[in-house]
């Protein structure tokens, strides 16, 4: 899907997550230490954002996904009231239709593309709440779903290393070293 802003050409496009079933399958170690891409960056650091719901659970759970992101100190996400205000919406929905398979977040973002660069101009994170429950994610494993879809809300792409954070199939891992290199350098470069 295609829209124009300010007469660039901005994309949409979802990235998402899907729900780890084959587990361990594709781990190697020299994927393990594979560099984590990035597609975009926000024009400023300082980034706002908002959660659009009514559960105080999910509110807790991208909390700590936000408090992750601020904690490298690269990115300062900033909690405002409305949806209208935000950069970032964050949310859960009881059952994603997805034509893909089993998807326990997903993020919609647009960005504009500048000379070599993707600036990011919205992004909405999703997490499957019903899939989550079915699948028995804990809480923590649940805060990293939300870890990962907010990275690609902030520009990183999927990572090959299962200690990424931005693994396709991520369940268990947290932000990783190079994680917060990508984030660094699609920020400072
Ligand atoms: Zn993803």
Aim: aromatic fraction near 10%; include cysteine.
């Amino acid at each position: 899907m295609l829209i124009i802003i300010h007469g660039f050409k901005t994309t949409l496009l979802v990235a998402c997550l899907t729900v780890a079933v084959f587990l361990g399958l594709t781990t190697t170690s020299a994927a393990a230490a594979a560099k984590t891409p990035s597609w975009g960056h926000w024009d400023s650091t300082k980034i706002t954002y908002t959660y659009d719901g009514s559960s105080k659970y999910y509110r807790s759970v991208w909390k700590t996904a936000v408090k992750k992101w601020n904690r490298t100190g690269i990115v300062k996400l900033k909690a405002v009231s409305s949806v209208k205000k935000a950069d970032v919406v964050l949310e859960s929905s009881a059952s994603l239709s997805t034509k893909t398979g089993l998807l326990s977040g997903y993020t919609n973002y647009s960005y504009v593309h500048k000379e070599e660069d993707n600036e990011i101009v919205s992004a909405t994170s999703t997490l499957n709440r019903g899939l989550l429950t079915s699948f028995q994610y804990t809480k923590t494993q649940r805060m990293n779903v939300a870890t990962h879809e907010l990275g690609h809300a902030l520009g990183l792409s999927h990572s090959k290393s299962s200690k990424s954070v931005m693994y396709p199939t991520n369940r268990y891992a947290n932000i990783s070293h190079q994680d917060k290199v990508a984030l660094d350098k699609a920020y400072h470069s």
